[in-house]
Structure formats: structure tokens, C-alpha cells
């Protein structure tokens, strides 16, 4: 076993002064030192942090590492002596085969490729639809509430079926579940109430099924409880990651000047800045796997029951697989990233999400060639990092 290798009692999450797009730099140092550390949790436990992009990705793809919540510690919290219950029904997430492909493989054709470019049409009018608004509104925004968040909430709600009248409770009940502001009480106030609304919901399209992917489920084998757990999983995945690449992404672009005015010459680039924006960017930056055996990694032995971390956003910045990693290209040629995650939990819904910020961050920088942060960068509000997802509470922009 090697002594040498770093050990972390906590995992950094501070991002340095005038660089709110890098990983924290304790993590871009203990990968450049090994891809490997050692880790301890919070009740003392022993573990390991991954931040090399070929280990996390073998990680990503090795089913003797397990996704079950209850098999797991976690970075900032001591569940020592706490019975962490199993994965509710239908959040497949966090779950392992067989489980995880009963709810997985009835979406897999809901969100090909084909499908989500016949949705295009209507994310490019829903977009219009908020440019319309901001410019209204203008000639300042934030554009976290006016442009990121309502895009993806209007076009995940709608593939599933949600009324329109209710979008708005249910952005604010997800967006309490995910931010890593709200007290344990108001989480879990949202977390019922939206319990609540997908059961009448569920009930509602097995009565009177509609042209959504919800309705289509009620014609499979899963319970209302399952059907449930995958609508919620759906819509939280749905709304927080792209409503954050989104503000990020476009934060990420008005920083960098050269890049952004490549973009608007040729919108044929759209494709791969989106890739790279994933890549730099990495808003679902931290997972976690548990050993059900004896792994050998990196030349460490990890032990049968051990939680392993693994920091995406690192892996991503990993100088042997990106060349100048720090450096947003939009020209890059060097794919691959783990933006969407890797193996059999890799995101489900990748190609929708790929089809909205297409979509619209080539419709927000043309229709405001002018737009440019309404403050100093240094003042734009990030939300806590304690978040599984790095994201923006505000930013407020002008043109």
C-alpha cells in the first residue's frame, strides 16, 4: 500500500478567486500527484477520491462497483449508526442490474437521438418565446430566471405531461431539493409536495393518457409508486443540470471573449461547444461507487464495501487525456469528456439536453449580440458547492 498517496478528510469544494469555472485547485493537485487518494469520511470511515479521467472512467464502467445509496458514505455527512434506506421505487439512478434496467430500458426509446431532433422545433419556439419576454423586459436580466431556468422546465414538463399551470411550483419544489441552500425542513416539505402533485398526476394519465412520455409508461408493467419515482428522477435531472449549463455555459462564453465571437461567426460550431462547454464545465461534478468486491485500481487494492468519490470535473481537466485542459476551445478536438457520466448510468436524457443548449445558446447570442455581464465576474453568484451539481444562483446580464 502506498504511504505516499494524499489523504483528504473532506473534499474541497472552494473555487479560487477569478477562476469560477475550475475544480477546486486541492483536487487539480492531487491528481497531478496521483489519480488516486485516500479518503476519510466524516464518521472516520476509509475510503478513496478519484480524480484521474482513466481510473474514474474504468470506475464508471465496472459493474463490481456499486451505485446503491444504502451500500454508501458520503463526503459531508456522518451517517455512522444511520440506516440509509434503499432507492425509492422508480430513481433508478441508484440502483444496480437488475433493478436499474426494469425502469431505465421502457425511456431508452423516448429520448433517441431521432426523437429529440423532432423535438427541436419546439424548444426553438420555446426559446423564442423567452428571448421574446427578456427583451421586453430588458435591457437587464437575470438570466438564471429569465432564460436558464424556464427553458428546461417548460420542455422537460412537457415531455412528460405536466399542466402548464403548474411548471412554476415545480421548478421552485426542485429547485429546493437541488441547490444545497434549503433547510432539511423546507426539503423535505418539497420533496412531499411534489410526491403528492405525481401521484394525482400518475392517476390522472392511467384515466386519460396524452401524447407524454408519463402516459406512455402507464402502458407498461410499473406501479404507480415506481412511476412516481421515475417522474421525479426525470424531472430533477431534467430542470437542474441543463437550467445550469445554461447560466454556466453562458457565463463561461461572456468570460471568454474569443471564443464566444468564433461561436457567433460560424454557428456551425454550435456542436462542438457544446461538448466542450460539458467537458469545462462539469455542473454534475461528484459521484460515488461502492466495491462489492476486492478491486484492484490504480494500483491500490480497493476493499470489498469501500466508497470510492469520483470528481468528474477533475477527470475532465486531466492533462493526459485534454491537451491545455484549463482552456475552454471551442474548436477542441479531443472528445470524450464525462460530462454525462459513463457506462451503464450514463445520462439518460444526454441528446435532450444537447438539443436545448443547441438551441439556445445560438438563439441568446444572436438575438443580443451585445450581451455582456451587467456586473464584475468576481460578483456573480454561484450556489454552495456542497450541491452535487455546480451551479448559479443569479446572473444578471445586459445588452
Not at 497531478?32 to 474504468?58: A, M
Not at 405536466?162 to 441547490?179: A, C, G, T, W
Not at 439518460?348 to 451587467?374: D, H, S, Y
Request: proline fraction near 7%.
Amino acid at each position: 500500500m502506498d504511504e505516499s498517496l494524499q489523504t483528504f478528510t473532506t473534499l474541497p469544494t472552494e473555487r479560487q478567486p477569478g477562476c469560477p469555472f475550475d475544480p477546486p485547485k486541492e483536487l487539480i493537485e492531487a491528481r497531478e500527484q496521483s489519480p488516486i487518494s485516500r479518503y476519510t469520511f466524516p464518521g472516520g470511515q476509509k475510503g478513496w477520491l478519484v480524480t484521474g479521467y482513466d481510473l474514474l472512467r474504468s470506475v464508471l464502467a465496472d459493474p463490481r462497483f456499486s451505485s446503491r445509496k444504502e451500500l454508501m458514505f458520503f463526503p459531508f455527512y456522518d451517517v455512522t449508526g444511520v440506516e440509509i434506506p434503499p432507492a425509492a421505487p422508480g430513481e433508478f439512478l441508484m440502483m444496480d442490474e437488475p433493478r436499474h434496467g426494469r425502469y431505465r430500458k421502457p425511456l431508452v426509446g423516448k429520448f433517441t437521438v431521432r426523437r429529440m431532433r423532432l423535438l427541436t422545433e419546439r424548444v426553438e419556439q420555446i426559446t423564442a418565446d423567452h428571448l421574446d419576454a427578456m427583451e421586453k423586459a430588458g435591457p437587464s436580466v437575470d438570466l438564471v430566471t429569465a432564460f436558464a431556468k424556464p427553458i428546461p422546465a417548460v420542455v422537460i414538463c412537457e415531455l412528460l405531461g405536466v399542466p402548464y399551470e403548474d411548471r412554476d411550483s415545480f421548478q421552485e419544489h426542485i429547485d429546493k431539493l437541488m441547490n444545497g441552500e434549503a433547510s432539511d425542513e423546507d426539503q423535505f416539505a418539497a420533496y412531499t409536495a411534489v410526491q403528492q402533485y405525481l401521484a394525482v398526476l400518475v392517476a390522472a394519465k392511467r384515466a386519460n393518457p396524452t401524447d407524454d412520455v408519463l402516459s406512455d409508461l402507464t402502458d407498461t408493467d410499473l406501479t404507480d409508486e415506481e412511476l412516481k419515482g421515475v417522474s421525479l428522477l426525470l424531472l430533477a435531472a431534467g430542470l437542474d443540470t441543463t437550467a445550469n449549463m445554461l447560466s454556466l455555459g453562458t457565463f463561461a462564453l461572456l468570460s471568454n471573449p474569443a471564443q464566444l465571437a468564433a461561436l457567433r461567426a460560424d454557428p456551425t460550431l454550435i456542436d462542438r461547444a457544446v461538448e466542450e462547454l460539458m467537458r469545462y464545465l462539469t455542473v454534475a461534478k461528484t459521484f460515488q461507487r461502492v466495491a462489492l468486491e476486492d478491486v484492484e485500481l490504480g494500483g491500490q487494492t480497493i476493499e470489498a464495501g469501500t466508497t470510492v468519490i469520483m470528481s468528474l470535473n477533475t477527470a475532465n481537466r486531466d492533462p493526459e487525456r485534454f491537451a491545455d485542459p484549463h482552456v475552454l476551445d471551442l474548436r477542441r478536438q479531443d472528445g470524450g469528456h464525462l460530462g454525462f457520466g459513463h457506462g451503464v448510468h450514463q445520462c439518460l436524457g444526454q441528446q435532450l439536453a444537447r438539443v436545448e443548449m443547441r438551441v439556445a445558446f445560438n438563439a441568446l447570442i444572436r438575438r443580443f449580440p451585445t450581451l455582456r455581464l451587467a456586473v464584475p465576474a468576481e460578483e456573480v453568484v454561484l450556489r454552495p458547492e456542497i450541491a452535487d451539481i455546480y451551479g448559479m444562483k443569479s446572473l444578471p446580464v445586459t445588452w
